[in-house]
T-cell receptor, first 113, second 112 residues
Framework: SAVISQKPSRDICQRGTSLTIQCQVD?????MFWYRQQPGQSLTLIAT?????????ESGFVIDKFPISRPNLTFSTLTVSNMSPEDSSIYLC??????????FGPGTRLLVL | GQQLNQSPQSMFIQEGEDVSMNCTSS?????WLWYKQDPGEGPVLLIA???AGELTSNGRLTAQFGITRKDSFLNISASIPSDVGIYFC????????????WGAGTKLIIKP
């Protein structure tokens, strides 16, 4: 298994500002993923972040709005830029392990006013 | 994006009852994963299935990978209050580049 931590666990932000979410894994992993989960909904993949390459974004998500860093095999950040109330959501990072399973962090609950 | 057909959407049950939920798809999957999510938390992996027909248990939970590779079910026996939460199925296609396809979730509510 993989133990994943995220910071911050929650935040309340003003519209127009940016927030950077950190994700730390307790082991080296190739693949890290960033998801968004809006209230009462399932998970939506934002992007895949592999170390040493640019993040791959899903349809509807762009790098200018959600820049991602992946400086090493245990860490990644997701920035939510120029926030609006529609960005209020839970943001989750996850990893795919060698045991062919996907584990999730505890999530970052974001409220934009 | 694509989603799995997960049912039921919600369940109201009495403590001690058995629970069954399932996910179906029109396409074939190589892996099925079942997660539980509590309010304000990230999804927690319950059971992972990798072979058609595979039946796996984790305590009171049992899940099976359908023989056609297009469906999976999760059963919970003798439900208890801490089983309350949202259960998600997720599947992985053979050519998916490790991107899971998700069900919409089953919300389990236990009547007092």
């Amino acid at each position: 298994s993989a133990v994943i931590s995220q910071k911050p666990s929650r935040d309340i932000c003003q519209r127009g500002t940016s927030l950077t979410i950190q994700c730390q894994v307790d082991s080296q992993v190739t693949m890290m993923f960033w998801y968004r989960q809006q209230p009462g909904q399932s998970l939506t993949l934002i992007a895949t972040a592999n170390q040493g390459s640019e993040a791959t974004y899903e349809s509807g998500f762009v790098i200018d709005k959600f820049p991602i860093s992946r400086p090493n095999l245990t860490f990644s950040t997701l920035t939510v830029s120029n926030m609006s109330p529609e960005d209020s959501s839970i943001y989750l990072c996850s990893t795919w392990t060698r045991q062919e399973t996907q584990y999730f962090g505890p999530g970052t609950r974001l409220l934009v006013l | 994006g694509q989603q799995l057909n997960q049912s039921p959407q919600s369940m109201f049950i009495q403590e001690g009852e058995d629970v069954s939920m399932n996910c179906t798809s029109s396409s074939i999957f190589n892996t099925w994963l079942w997660y539980k999510q509590d309010p304000g938390e990230g999804p927690v992996l319950l059971i992972a299935l990798y072979k058609a027909g595979e039946l796996t248990s984790n305590g009171r939970l049992t899940a099976q990978f359908g023989i056609t590779r297009k469906d999976s079910f999760l059963n919970i026996s003798a439900s208890i209050p801490s089983d309350v939460g949202i259960y998600f199925c997720a599947g992985l296609h053979v050519d998916s580049n490790y991107q899971l396809i998700w069900g919409a979730g089953t919300k389990l509510i236990i009547k007092p």
